[in-house]
């Protein structure tokens, strides 16, 4: 079965400063979609960014990006010019591409951020 | 914001009370979901369902029950909470095809006393 491992259960980052949340995953799985969805406290989780394995090409989505390293099986998160309004759980999400029904979650990391 | 919705929001109940946690959504998606998470943790998906009259359990084993007779309704039920059952509880959707995008509920807070 699928795992996704995020190895910083917290980290902190000072407004308009860059962080890198970190995201391993284990698959046999050529084509599969990977995922960070961000959480506020008490607010709704919602999607951030979006990666297709078979695409080389890292997403980008404002001041979010990713490092996607197929063959490490690693898919990091970079917010870049950090906000206030970014501090939430951020969760690393995999999709196989064939069990589609299948989302697999890592743990999560609590951003923190300091004006 | 994703149409997914879920009622109540924050339910505080006595132990041996029977609940139904409602989620609906308007985007016509075959495939829900829920999710149990304590706050600030990890999700564990306890149900989920292809479409009308499918329902699977997930990967976490759980004392509730789930029905799909509309596409856009599936709700939870437990027959008798218990302070065990105290957690968050969050409904997702998303449309059937390779790699889609989970939407997700704003979620139901339980607390059972």
């Known amino acids: 079965a699928q795992t996704v491992t995020q190895s910083q259960p917290e980290m902190s980052v000072q407004e308009a400063e860059t962080v890198t949340l970190s995201c391993t995953y284990d698959t046999s799985e050529s084509d599969y979609y990977l995922f960070w969805y961000k959480q506020p406290p008490s607010r709704q989780m919602i999607l951030v960014i979006r990666?297709?394995?078979?695409?080389?090409q890292n997403a980008t989505e404002n001041r979010f990006s990713v490092n996607f390293q197929k063959a490490a099986k690693s898919f990091s998160l970079k917010i870049s010019d950090s906000q206030l309004g970014d501090a939430a759980m951020y969760f690393c999400?995999?999709?196989?591409?064939?069990?589609?029904?299948?989302?697999?979650f890592g743990a999560g990391t609590r951003l923190t951020v300091k004006p | 914001e994703a149409d997914i919705y879920q009622t109540p929001r924050y339910l505080v109940i006595g132990t041996g009370k029977k609940i139904t946690l409602e989620c609906s959504q308007t985007m016509g998606h075959d495939k829900m979901y829920w999710y149990q998470q304590d706050p600030g943790m990890e999700l564990h998906l306890i149900h989920y369902s292809y479409g009308v009259n499918s329902t699977e359990k997930g990967d976490l084993s759980s004392e509730s029950t789930v029905s799909r007779i509309r596409t856009e309704h599936f709700p939870l039920t437990l027959e008798s909470a218990r302070p065990s059952h105290t957690s968050q509880y969050l409904c997702?959707?998303?449309?059937?095809?390779?790699?889609?995008?989970?939407?997700f509920g704003p979620g139901t807070r339980l607390l059972v006393l």
């Open positions: 990666q297709e394995a078979y695409k080389q």
């Open positions: 997702a959707s998303n449309s059937d095809g390779l790699g889609e995008t989970q939407y």
């Open positions: 999400a995999y999709r196989g591409g064939y069990n589609n029904n299948d989302m697999r």
